[in-house]
């Protein structure tokens, strides 16, 4: 078999190799067709899309950080036991005993870690870029995959935090007896949250196989379906906004949407693919091929972020305490980290004033959270700027709507540092460079 043949896509044919140099554009739009792996992508990409200024590869990173996860989540099942009596054991022997088992472990922590700052790094250009409304094109719904997208970003939060507690050492241990504790102020329902999750009132076997579920099959499962309706969304909504900003600048007029092929599914269902809208931009001046334009890029990103990810695992590893003792209180006792920002505003919420308490529990851990939710949720409606604000950078239109997220974001960076290297013993403030008292005590 000659090399061209190998590498050369053929119409009709479905093949798992693909040219990075097409020699047309019939071939490149041949490796779309043809090739199972890149059934999603459209023939033709804008260019001003693919270029990292506009996205930073954002939602990108956080899909392979996601396979990642997927992957090593895995292999780490066959490893790990979901019993009090056994899980610190079975994580101890991944670290000193398993083969490449401190490799593993430290990649799916890293991997998880890194996630939670891609998605919300990804949601904060998605604001500043206006990508959330909708552009030029004919029957997008921009808004919607904004809500998918929250939905995400909290399902992301769940996953790392129901994985927190599986190594059961007192990290874990007292990580999730803090982050549950304040799922306890929410008004009415919260103490029966708090018993579901944790299937009784304290952190016992009952919480550690809820976790383990609920982070082994229920969560990835749900993320992965939204996903893939995310990716879909971006998909029928013409690409990234950025092409609606380079269609808006070239004054052209909204083509209609094509019914683009047929499809047969295992001979049992068929039907038409959803409506894809044309492009409406001069195509040799702003379109490339998406083989090998976005594929090639692709695959960059993706080595890219499988070797960050390795790197940390080997330089940072991941902790592992001593194990869960619920006798014994650390103190500080801290959430996870992406948690600390809502420790602290519990903190600074507490307030006395003479016989008076404001409960900072429900004050900074349910209701400021709350309305900073609902407000991310009616942005769409609250934005009133016009298509021409939709897919750039820090548009004139917007500039009072992403000074005011600006300043919430940095609020929860500023929050979140404090709470993780400024808090000592009983939550009291200390400088990098005070010392702790020797012996804290106890809560
Ligand atoms: C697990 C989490 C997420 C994943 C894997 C993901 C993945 C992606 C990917 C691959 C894209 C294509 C462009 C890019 O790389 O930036 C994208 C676009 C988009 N994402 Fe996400 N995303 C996630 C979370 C979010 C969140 C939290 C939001 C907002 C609340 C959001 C809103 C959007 C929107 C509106 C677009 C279209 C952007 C545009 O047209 O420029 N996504 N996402």
Redesign the pocket.
């Known amino acids: 078999m000659t090399e061209d043949s190998l590498t050369r896509a053929r119409p009709g044919k479905r093949r798992w190799t693909w040219t990075w140099n097409p020699a047309s554009e019939r071939e490149a739009g041949d490796a779309i067709v043809s090739n199972f792996a890149f059934h999603g992508f459209p023939n033709k990409v804008c260019k001003r899309?693919i270029a990292t200024s506009?996205?930073f590869?954002?939602?990108?990173i956080?899909?392979f950080l996601?396979l990642i996860l997927t992957l090593s989540g895995v292999v780490l099942m066959f490893l790990y036991v979901p019993s009090v009596e056994r899980a610190y054991g079975s994580v101890k022997d991944l670290e000193y005993a398993v083969s490449f088992g401190r490799f593993l472990r430290a990649s799916h922590r890293i991997a998880a870690h890194l996630?939670v700052i891609t998605?919300f790094l990804?949601?904060v250009?998605?604001f500043l870029?206006g990508?959330?409304k909708n552009g030029v094109h004919a029957r997008q719904n921009?808004p919607l995959?904004?809500w998918?997208?929250?939905a995400?970003?909290l399902v992301?939060l769940l996953l790392s935090f129901t994985g927190y507690l599986l190594p059961w050492d007192q990290l874990a241990f007292w990580a999730v007896t803090v982050g549950t504790n304040i799922a306890n102020a929410v008004p009415v329902v919260g103490e029966a949250v708090r018993f579901v999750l944790l299937g009784g009132h304290e952190i016992n076997q009952n919480t550690l196989i809820r976790f383990y579920v609920l982070h082994c099959v229920f969560l990835p499962m749900a993320?992965t379906g939204?996903?893939a309706w995310?990716?879909w969304r971006?998909r029928k909504?013409g690409?990234?906004?950025?092409h609606d900003q380079v269609a808006r600048e070239e004054r052209a007029a909204p083509a209609p949407p094509v019914k683009s092929k047929t499809y047969v599914l295992l001979g049992i269902a068929a039907g038409r693919t959803a409506d894809v809208e044309t492009s409406v931009v001069d195509t040799e001046r702003h379109l490339v091929p998406a083989v090998p334009g976005l594929v090639r890029r692709l695959f960059v990103v993706a080595l890219l972020t499988f070797a960050a990810t390795s790197a940390l695992a080997v330089w940072v590893g991941a902790p592992l305490e001593a194990a869960a003792n619920p006798q014994v209180t650390p103190n500080p006792a801290k959430a996870p980290w992406y948690f600390l920002w809502l420790q602290e505003l519990v903190t600074v919420t507490t307030v006395r004033i003479g016989g008076w308490t404001i409960n900072g529990a429900l004050v900074g851990g349910v209701i400021v959270p709350g309305l900073l939710l609902l407000l991310?949720c009616v942005v769409p409606w609250l934005d009133r700027s016009g298509a021409e604000a939709t897919?750039a950078w820090f548009h004139r239109a917007r500039r009072r709507a992403n000074a005011v997220f600006l300043l919430v974001c940095i609020a929860l960076v500023v929050l979140t540092v404090v709470g993780t290297f400024l808090r000592g013993p009983y939550w009291n403030f200390y400088w990098p460079w005070e010392e702790w008292p020797a012996h804290p005590g106890r809560y």
């Open positions: 899309s506009y996205s590869w954002l939602g990108t956080s899909l996601f996630m998605v990804h949601m250009r998605v870029t990508a959330y921009r995959n904004w998918i997208g929250l995400m970003l992301t993320l939204l996903m995310h990716l971006v909504d690409g990234l906004a950025a991310a897919g």
